[in-house]
Every structure is written in structure tokens, then in C-alpha cells.
């Protein structure tokens, strides 16, 4: 008898459409201009030998097989993607692809974010993954509640000012 085996579902990761663009970007210049680079210095080393004594051959090989790993995390990254277009709300709601403005009380700073997926998160560059304990927190929140957060850091406290759709 056989075993039926059964595949897991893969879990979709939501992601905007320029997100999406900026991850394909990355793999055709991985494909298209890292990789036909580093086969050349690879077969280049090759001419010296398959030795163990030929470090040229040994990093060439250690570049490709780094480039390679990259490359299949980019594509996996890409086949979990799933592209969540702008949508319309009634009410001013923290949600996948809104722009917030908080506060955070405790220090006065005032930060504006874009709610993205956790492949394009970039805190530094104001887009903030909905799957990070912050992004978790104001999910769902209106402009003018308050969420306390226990971050790396410790705990914060943020006052949602303003949502954009």
C-alpha cells in the first residue's frame, strides 16, 4: 500500500506591486549580470585545476554557490508573493498598503510609514511590515487610539495621527 503523501499549503505573503517589481528586478540582475560573471571567474580558475591547493578555484566556487542560494531564496520569496492591490474603505483604517502617521509619546518623534508585506520591509525607508510586533499592533486601529507595544527595545506607546489610503 501507498502512503498518500500530502502537501502543506504555501502561505501567501502579501506584497504591493512596486515590492513586487523591486524583488524581480533583483533576480534578473542576479541571473543576467552577477551570475554569467561569476561562471567566467569560476571557469577561469578552473584552468589552473580542481586542486585544493587552487584558491582561486575554492572562492570561485564559494561566490557561485552563495549566488546560487540567492538566487533560489528570490525565487522562493517570489512564488509565496501574492500582490495585494489598492483597495477602497469606508472609514480610515490601518490596513495592508495604507500610509500612517504616528506619534510616539514617550519621545514626541511623529514617524510616517507605508503598511507592506515582510519581504519589502524597510523601517529605515518608512515601510513598515504588517507582520513586525508594531505593524501587528496597529492593524485595524483608527487615527487617535493609542497601542502600547513590547519591541526589542522595550515597550513604546504610539498615537495613530493620521491614516491615508
Same mark, same amino acid.
Given at each position: 500500500?501507498?502512503?498518500?503523501?500530502?502537501?502543506?499549503?504555501?502561505?501567501?505573503?502579501?506584497?504591493?506591486?512596486?515590492?513586487?517589481?523591486?524583488?524581480?528586478?533583483?533576480?534578473?540582475?542576479?541571473?543576467?549580470?552577477?551570475?554569467?560573471?561569476?561562471?567566467?571567474?569560476?571557469?577561469?580558475?578552473?584552468?589552473?585545476?580542481?586542486?585544493?591547493?587552487?584558491?582561486?578555484?575554492?572562492?570561485?566556487?564559494?561566490?557561485?554557490r552563495v549566488?546560487?542560494?540567492?538566487?533560489?531564496?528570490?525565487?522562493?520569496?517570489?512564488? &509565496?508573493?501574492?500582490? $495585494?492591490?489598492?483597495?477602497?474603505?469606508? @472609514? +480610515?483604517?490601518?490596513?495592508?498598503?495604507? !500610509?500612517?502617521? /504616528?506619534?510616539?509619546?514617550?519621545?514626541?518623534?511623529?514617524? &510616517?510609514?507605508q503598511m $507592506?508585506?515582510?519581504?519589502?520591509?524597510? @523601517? +529605515?525607508?518608512?515601510?513598515?511590515?504588517? !507582520?513586525?510586533? /508594531?505593524?501587528?499592533?496597529?492593524?485595524?486601529?483608527?487615527?487617535?487610539?493609542?497601542?502600547?507595544v513590547l519591541?526589542?527595545?522595550?515597550? +513604546?506607546?504610539?498615537?495613530?495621527?493620521?491614516?491615508?489610503?
Amino acid at each position: 500500500m501507498r502512503k498518500k503523501t500530502t502537501k502543506t499549503p504555501v502561505e501567501k505573503v502579501p506584497i504591493t506591486r512596486q515590492g513586487f517589481r523591486n524583488l524581480h528586478a533583483q533576480l534578473l540582475y542576479l541571473r543576467r549580470v552577477v551570475r554569467p560573471r561569476v561562471l567566467e571567474e569560476l571557469q577561469e580558475a578552473r584552468l589552473y585545476g580542481v586542486k585544493v591547493d587552487n584558491q582561486q578555484y575554492l572562492l570561485a566556487r564559494e561566490q557561485h554557490r552563495v549566488l546560487q542560494r540567492k538566487i533560489d531564496d528570490l525565487q522562493a520569496k517570489i512564488a &509565496r508573493c501574492e500582490i $495585494v492591490v489598492g483597495r477602497k474603505f469606508l @472609514v +480610515r483604517q490601518v490596513a495592508f498598503g495604507t !500610509d500612517i502617521v /504616528v506619534l510616539n509619546v514617550d519621545t514626541g518623534q511623529t514617524f &510616517r510609514f507605508q503598511m $507592506v508585506g515582510p519581504f519589502e520591509s524597510d @523601517v +529605515r525607508n518608512g515601510k513598515l511590515s504588517v !507582520d513586525s510586533p /508594531v505593524g501587528r499592533s496597529l492593524m485595524g486601529r483608527f487615527p487617535g487610539e493609542e497601542i502600547t507595544v513590547l519591541t526589542p527595545a522595550g515597550e +513604546r506607546t504610539y498615537r495613530i495621527l493620521q491614516v491615508d489610503v
